[in-house]
């Protein structure tokens, strides 16, 4: 990962590039959220259910 990809540099054109691609304005993406390879680590099982609270900024995994 360079530099200015970790410092966040990009951040405001990724989001623009997201936003024209994705075109809805109601359904909210989930951006520079550390998972996998990035540090620190969180691993995301597939079909595991999730709630996105974009006003607490939080993820909340069923168990």
Do not use: W
Request: one cysteine or more; proline letters at 5%.
């Amino acid at each position: 990962m360079s530099k200015e990809e970790r410092d966040e540099t990009y951040a405001d054109e990724y989001k623009q590039l997201l936003k024209g691609v994705v075109n809805k304005p109601d359904l909210p993406i989930v951006f520079n959220v550390n998972i996998g390879h990035a540090m620190p680590r969180c691993i995301i099982l597939f079909g595991v259910n999730a709630v996105v609270n974009t006003k607490e900024q939080s993820i909340c995994f069923d168990d």
